[in-house]
């Protein structure tokens, strides 16, 4: 967000005053002082942290809460206005509306956003009351109409796209606020706030209402470039190409600008669009844009264009596919094909697959297999006879990756006895996508091997052993099976099983013996006074074996439960020789899992922290599955994803480096986590 004018507040700037009052507070006070009961009626920072850290699960945490908004220190009442948003608690509102009018915009603006917050409470509700959200929809909108500070105006914008709507004239309302919102806005930040709202109002009321034509109109008018905010405006242009993708509201003018934008973001999201088929735009002009977008001087565009095309069914698909198998850039070139895989009538594209399946010379080095193990799924499906043949010299790799994706072609190519010997894998990955594979092609048939893998460590073969299981004919074989990993995990206590537990429970319930609840062991805590000071303001620096080094910079004010157990697992050398297991081009790469996968982390999870930092490009945040289930498996935005804000927590941001995350390939290794401490503090 920004200042008034024309200078944009970036990320940095955005925190650097909540991280220098952080520094501030812990460092000018006391040890002691920190550990010792809080003196009435002032509430310490420290017991309104730990307060949120146990998710305030009792009265007294409540009160600790509550007595943080009044409390003299500006940080604390921040602190505790965030906290209680974080509960999602409905209820809770009525505590935070007060705090629109805290003399200072930062606590407005985190009021602001914890009212949405802690309206998401409603979503778990058979039917909220309309006159509830009507209420807080109220008081934010008057407070728009008064706010004099961009941040917060944005602040409040964002939050009234976001809320849980339950009728169309809600959302209704809402949309008008922000249309007339967009008319009088001062700066790039308020732009930035309509965008935010538009958007995010474009997701959240999408079964209730299309946006109307003034909505539409503003969101092209901020899709554009506007003089000297070619960078400034550029998120503002995003958020507006991504709402009016989302609407099927992109007509050729708007969508021709994005294709042409300065900014690569801007351009993907153009390609990206292209794939929904917007009515008012013509297959003749997708086909242009689609063009331009395959020789884009970025990969993400590039790589977007290439999908759109197969997603349109082009007729130039495998022909751009084929063309960009040689791409500079090696993520569109397995992108390329994997595409492939459905240009069989094409005698020059069967060929190059084979060319790449049959190319092993660099198989065994730890950045080398990846070309063969794609081009082989692909020519499972181009040409089966030739990948029957290509299969064996994969099933004996050394190469855990290479025999996984064996298993992934043997599915497609229904080879069973090739399924059969990949279930026996050493690697429990491998053993996986056999059993993923037999339980599509043989269903109950394989019911022995599934039970037989229910004696395996992995979390991830146990949790598709027991859905394979679910249905079962042969109860009397699968329920010791199933009853016996069950205890395992049970008697372990790990809360990071809760995957397999969960597939093991559904299918012993199934079978009519259902299991005795889980119950959890007491959630781990980080949080103690000494380490936020030491990491008031620490920076980690992430080394990929073979690859390069990238900068982070710890959000410790804006989520210091989960910096500190970043930090403490990366100072163990936790992450030390894991790997980014998942890469997903223009959305995210995910790793930090003991077992290259996303169902194991470490054993105890942490609770989500999420707040005001959105999910930009560089971000760094916890892969979760529900909430508070964070198993300090950590993911870095390769592009923005607002979809993911306010449901995911930032933690970090990359300093520099990022072009070293752009290159990271599934499986590469992280070699080091090192924290680096400001030895000021």
Known sequence: MGHEG?????????????????????????AHAQDEPPAAPRTSLLSVLQAEDRRARDARDLGILRSGLHGGDPQTVRVAVRALGRLERPALIADLTPSLRNALPEIRSEAANAIGQAAQGWKGDKAPAASAIDAVSSS????????????????????????????????????RTLVEFAARAESVTDRLGVAEGLEGLSRTARGLRAPGDDAVAVQRGLAIVRRGEATSGAR??????????????????TLGAAAHDPDAQVRWLAMRAAAASAPQVSAADLHSLLTTGRVDESPMARLEALRSLRARNDGDSCAAALAATGDRDMHVTLLALDQLGACGSAPDAVAALERTVNDLSDVASARGWHRAAHALVALATAEPPRGIAALPQFTGSRVWQLRMYAARAAAVLKQRE??????????????????????????????????AELTRAGHQILRISAISLDGTPHPELALPALNAAWQRLATEGHDNSHDARDAIAKTLTALGDAPKKFVPRAA???????????????????????????????????????????????????????????????????????GATEFIGDASFMRDEVGLWPHVRGTVGISTRGRDTGDAQIFVNLVDNPRLDHDYTVFAQVLNGIEVVDQVLEGDVIERVEIVVDPKF
Request: charged share 25%; glycine share 6%.
């Open 236 to 253: 503002v242009r995003r958020l507006a190409v991504e709402g009016l993708t989302t609407a099927k509201a992109l007509d050729v003018d």
């Open 140 to 175: 934010l909108v008057a407070r728009l109409k008064v706010e004099a500070e961009p941040d917060v105006r944005a602040a409040i914008c964002e939050t009234i796209g976001r809320l849980p709507y339950v009728a169309a004239a809600q959302a209704e309302a809402a949309e």
């Open 418 to 451: 090739t399924l059969d010997k990949l279930a026996v894998d050493a690697d429990d990955n491998v053993r996986e996508a056999a059993v993923d594979g037999l339980r599509k092609l043989a269903g109950h048939d394989a019911d022995a091997i599934y039970v």
């Open 6 to 30: 024309t200078k944009t507040r970036r990320p940095d700037q955005l925190v650097f005053v909540f991280v220098l009052s952080w520094q501030i507070f812990f460092v000018s006070t006391p």
């Open 524 to 594: 781990q805590s980080d949080l103690n006074a000494e380490d936020l000071r030491r990491l008031a303001s620490p920076r980690a620096r992430v080394t990929i074996r073979g690859v390069g080094t990238f900068e982070l910079m710890l959000f410790t004010a804006q989520a210091p439960a989960t910096v500190l157990r970043f930090a403490h697992l990366a100072e163990k050398g936790y992450y030390n020789g894991l790997t980014f297991h998942r890469v997903a081009p223009n959305f995210v790469i995910q790793g930090g899992s003991p």
